[in-house]
């Protein structure tokens, strides 16, 4: 991939912290790392566990999207790791991982060293922005935000859709799959016309959405934005943004060039920067290949990958399935620890949305290691027939448990 070389330090700098026993080193403190920390301090507390995170808080994007309906305030999405290093004694180190080595199992801050025994890289997604034509890395996602890497990201969205006149456009931008929770960016469609029904009814939306084909779940969303929403929404499939104009507020699609009040670019995605430093990228260039029974990369042993930066085979993108993810591998890596034979591993991937302040549906998927894949379960689960004012309980109550595990 462009632009990302591998990092190979000429120079090692010192060892960080004196070890006190088998270490995993976790980077990344999202919805796979922390639980993956936690996790394996819950099954043997004397595995010495280190969590590197740039930030000091963590702004959750489950539940993100409702702050902008008005039925949620972004400051219940943060959350801080002191509970982690408190209840669990999981050692937190705030700053930058640059690069992850496997041969020399060792995790490069730019402060120093730290080396392992077992690392897990939990870094979330990046963009492919040279992939859109104008797209500048630094100033456009304040002219066109995505508001997909962080809870507090949907601040400037909202406010821009706060701003807007009444009788305004906004256009969201769906990318290429695989990315980042597709269900997500109907929900933040739902929410977006929830917000303007009420204060700007005049106002439409119209969705590009670059995928080709339709699904149980994007009719699920067309049949509740109908109901709801009536003409207020225009959603057009295979609508791929080529060339963007953000000063001018343009874009240029597969079919037309056209111009907006309010433009939410999501880019297509690929696993997070380090994932690429570190060289633990598959044969599709964007994803980390892994073996799904254990999540150790299949192109450097040792290195276990988790969450969105992996590739999920047929699964949405998500935090209910980074989480599973993290339950996972840390049984396995305690496992091989204490040299027990690996365990297959059974999980949900469990999403809910919400179609306005109380009208929640849900998409199900059960999922069982075989081999090295992850194989789809055929009974059981499937997407909501219809929206319902138990599934929107279900949603709240859902995303209270997932935050609560995660910071306690
Ligand atoms: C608007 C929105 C709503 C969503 N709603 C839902 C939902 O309802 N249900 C659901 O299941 N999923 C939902 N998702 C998806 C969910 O947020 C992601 O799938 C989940 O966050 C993935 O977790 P992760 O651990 O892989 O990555 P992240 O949560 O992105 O965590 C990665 C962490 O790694 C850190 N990091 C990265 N690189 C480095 C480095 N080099 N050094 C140190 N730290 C680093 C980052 O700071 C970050 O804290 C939603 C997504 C969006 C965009």
Redesign the pocket.
């Known amino acids: 991939m462009a632009g990302l070389p591998l990092l190979t330090p000429l120079v090692r700098a010192t060892e960080l912290l004196p070890r006190t026993g088998t270490r995993v080193v976790v980077?990344?403190?999202?919805?796979?790392?922390?639980i993956a920390a936690k996790t394996l301090r819950l099954i043997n507390p004397k595995i010495e566990v280190i969590l590197?995170?740039?930030?000091r808080s963590?702004s959750?994007?489950?539940?993100?999207?409702w702050t902008i309906g008005g039925s949620r305030r972004i400051g219940e999405n943060r959350l801080t790791y002191d509970r982690l290093e408190g209840n669990h004694g999981v050692r937190l180190i705030y700053?930058?991982?640059?690069v992850v080595d496997a041969a020399a199992k060792t995790v490069v801050?730019e402060a120093g060293t730290l080396s392992y025994d077992f690392a897990i890289v939990?870094?979330?997604?990046g963009f492919r922005v040279d992939e859109i034509e104008g797209y500048a890395a630094a100033e456009t996602p304040d002219l066109f935000p995505h508001?997909?890497?962080?809870?507090e990201e949907?601040v400037v969205l909202k406010r821009r859709i706060e701003e807007m006149k009444n009788g305004g456009l906004v256009v969201v931008s769906l990318p290429t799959p695989p990315y980042?929770?597709p269900?997500?960016?109907y929900?933040?469609v739902s929410q977006i016309a929830y917000y303007l029904k009420q204060a700007k009814p005049r106002s439409k939306i119209l969705v590009l959405d670059a995928s080709k084909s339709s699904s149980d779940l994007a009719d699920l969303f067309l049949t509740g934005w109908r109901r709801s929403y009536g003409d207020m929404i225009e959603y057009r499939s295979s609508q791929q943004v080529l060339q963007i104009d953000a000063p001018r507020s343009s874009l240029r699609t597969t079919s037309e060039t056209l111009t907006a009040d309010v433009v939410n670019l999501i880019p297509p995605q690929m696993a997070?920067?380090?994932a690429h430093r570190s060289g633990l990228i598959g044969e599709d260039n964007h994803w980390c290949a892994v073996d799904h029974s254990s999540y150790e990369s299949t192109v450097a042993g040792g290195i276990y990958v988790?969450?969105?930066?992996c590739l999920g085979d047929d699964q949405?993108?998500?935090?209910?399935?980074?989480?599973a993810q993290?339950k996972a591998c840390a049984m396995h890596i305690a496992g091989a620890i204490a040299q027990r034979g690996h365990q297959p591993h059974f999980y949900s991937?469990?999403?809910?949305?919400l179609l306005d302040d109380k009208h929640g549906a849900s998409a199900v998927t059960f999922y069982r290691s075989e081999g090295r894949k992850s194989v789809r379960v055929d009974k059981g689960g499937g997407v909501s027939s219809e929206w319902s004012e138990l599934e929107g309980i279900y949603?709240r109550a859902?995303?209270g448990s997932?935050l609560a595990e995660m910071s306690s």
């Open positions: 980077v990344g403190g999202g919805f796979g790392g922390a590197i995170e740039r930030n963590y959750a994007l489950p539940g993100a999207n700053g930058e991982a640059q801050l939990a870094p979330g997604i508001a997909w890497t962080s809870g949907i980042r929770c269900q997500a960016a929900e933040r997070g920067t380090l988790l969450g969105d930066a949405q993108k998500s935090a209910s399935a980074a989480n993290g991937n469990v999403l809910y949305s949603a859902w995303l997932i």
